[in-house]
């Protein structure tokens, strides 16, 4: 993968989304090399657990490793006001210990209080990966079985399937008329060769991630693998492009780009913590002149990119003798003419309005984005807020490599016989040194080891004094393999054996749920994967 183009592959999707990067592709394999990479190149942000209240383990074990914005999730959650979580799955197989990880996030989000949605991507499976509408059904119901066996309350979250949600798929057709050809090229690397119900799955996957906020606006979070973040990232773009109105900071009449702005806020505040200054009294020329003494001063600690700085200089000298103000701006996005109208009306306090823009110098920021809202909303625009992610670790295959499903041995399925998971992890790699002795000398290595982090993903459930005991006494070469991989073995067993009974309880619930799992739909159906471009 260090080609400078994406390599396009059959599905449409892409190799790589630049040269020598990690690659983050929803379709295709999903390894990651190295997870701090992720933070620089894509600016998801790493997950301390120490914000959350309560968090669940898998926050507390580092399996849950970044997000986007989840603050505001967070904060919803301690506040006691509104928030949702929503997660997707292909039904392309059957659901595994992989799945489980998002299955118990969507659970705790609903134990915490908050609306959640989980859905069946069958539009996708079907033109992304060429599965029939039967293979879909069958697997789609063992999704929806483990996800309820698991503790998802469906009296209190929504279960849908994209297929026949036509609410989803009016919003997706919504979304679909503000984004392009361009950026699907640009963001998947599809290209004249990917099918076109292909995008239309993206898109439904966008208007899935905004779907929790179509009643009202809440701070929403998706729990994913990082492969989706390209999808997080276009949705919450999407997000801000349907928006009426953007809000604003700004100092005269004329805009600054974002940049220019900090610049400016930087150079104000100092200003105004200067006692030899009146900013009452300040005019455009005068904030000119004084943004170049600033620049130019070692002291005041301003590192403006000259870029910047030339340019907002120009813009100051423009403005002539006009007083700089700060003001809250809200710039015309989307909104019609009754919808601008009711916005003037409904700003408190002395505003000015422009062409594409209105000023209100009597409003905070946080007080202006809800008028805006509000008005959006009263106006039939959606008012959506930013979605959050939670991005979690892929599990290490239990054969060393990556988890994947056409290699059986390798993970561990949720209808596995517990037989056959109990010989799966009997006969796992390990971190292990080459002999006993070794071990007893240098101890194991748990960071490296698939069955250390079954332990810590899964087997030791909540329960971090078990967790940590089995990383010290390996670590510590107190705990050798062979013993440590029957315990492991049994405990699998034992899950899958509980798992599945419950799975037998989950049937009823199911049955109960206002969903439909015999599609009996006419389609093309399972092609290989190859085909379905
Ligand atoms: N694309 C996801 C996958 O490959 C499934 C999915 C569809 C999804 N819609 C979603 C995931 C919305 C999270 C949120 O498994
Ligand atoms: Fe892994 Fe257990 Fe061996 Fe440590 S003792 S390397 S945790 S199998």
Redesign the pocket.
């Known amino acids: 993968m260090t080609e400078d183009q994406p390599t396009p592959k059959t599905d449409g999707g892409t190799d790589s989304v630049s040269s020598d990067d990690v690659a983050l592709d929803p379709w295709g394999s999903s390894t990651i090399e190295d997870y701090r990479k992720l933070f620089e190149q894509f600016g998801i942000e790493e997950f301390d657990a120490e914000e959350v209240p309560d968090p669940h383990y898998l926050m507390r074990r580092g399996a849950i490793f970044g997000h986007r914005e989840y603050g505001r999730v967070v904060e919803a959650m301690a506040d006691d006001e509104p928030f949702a979580a929503l997660s997707g799955f292909m039904p392309t197989g059957d659901p595994h210990i992989g799945h489980k990880l998002v299955f118990d996030e969507l659970i705790w989000h609903q134990e915490q209080g908050g609306e959640v949605y989980g859905l069946i991507a069958d539009l996708e499976a079907h033109s992304a990966r060429g599965m029939s509408w039967d293979e879909i059904d069958e697997h789609a119901r063992s999704y929806l079985l483990s996800l309820i066996a698991l503790g998802f309350d469906v009296e209190d979250g929504e279960l849908y399937r994209q297929s026949d949600n036509r609410v989803l798929q009016d919003l997706a057709f919504e979304i679909g008329s503000t984004t392009n050809f361009s950026e699907f090229e640009a963001i998947y690397g599809f290209g004249g060769e990917t099918n076109v119900s292909h995008m239309q799955s993206v898109v439904t996957q966008l208007a899935d991630i905004l779907y929790p906020q179509l009643d009202e606006p809440m701070p929403t979070v998706i729990p994913v693998g990082p492969d989706q973040d390209p999808h997080v990232r276009f949705a919450r773009d999407a997000a801000a492009r349907m928006r009426y109105f953007k809000v604003t900071e700004a100092f005269a009449s004329f805009e600054l780009d974002d940049e220019e702005r900090a610049l400016f806020r930087e150079l104000y505040d100092a200003l105004a913590a200067d006692d030899g200054v009146d900013t009452d009294d300040l005019r455009c020329e005068d904030a000119a002149e004084r943004l170049l003494a600033f620049v130019n001063d070692p002291s005041t600690a301003i590192d403006a990119d000259p870029a910047t700085r030339d340019s907002l200089v120009e813009k100051l000298e423009n403005g002539g003798k006009e007083p700089i103000r700060p003001r809250v701006r809200f710039l015309d996005r989307n909104a019609n003419e009754a919808a601008f109208d009711a916005l003037i009306e409904a700003i408190p306090g002395e505003k000015r309005r422009y062409d594409a823009h209105i000023d209100s110098f009597d409003l905070d920021p946080a007080a202006a984005e809800e008028i805006a809202r509000e008005v959006e909303i009263e106006h039939d625009g959606y008012g959506f807020q930013a979605p959050s992610s939670i991005y979690h670790r892929f599990m290490t295959g239990l054969t060393g490599g990556k988890m994947s499903s056409s290699i059986p041995a390798s993970h561990i399925s949720l209808l596995d016989d517990p037989e056959d998971g109990y010989d799966k992890v009997k006969s796992a790699a390990?971190?292990?040194r080459a002999t006993a002795e070794e071990?007893r000398e240098l101890g194991?290595?748990?960071d490296e080891?698939p069955?250390?982090e079954l332990?810590a993903y899964l087997l030791a459930e909540s329960d971090d004094e078990f967790a940590a005991r089995?990383?010290e006494?390996?670590a510590g070469g107190e705990?050798?393999?062979g013993g440590?991989?029957e315990q492991?073995a049994e405990l699998m067993q034992e899950f899958l054996a509980e798992h599945q009974e419950k799975r037998e309880e989950a049937k009823e619930v199911l049955d109960g749920v206002d969903i439909d799992l015999d599609s009996d739909r006419r389609g093309l159906g399972g092609q290989e994967e190859e085909d379905a471009v």
Do not use: S
């Open positions: 390990t971190g292990g071990q194991g290595k748990p080891c069955v250390y332990y089995v990383y006494e390996c705990r050798l393999c440590c991989k492991a």
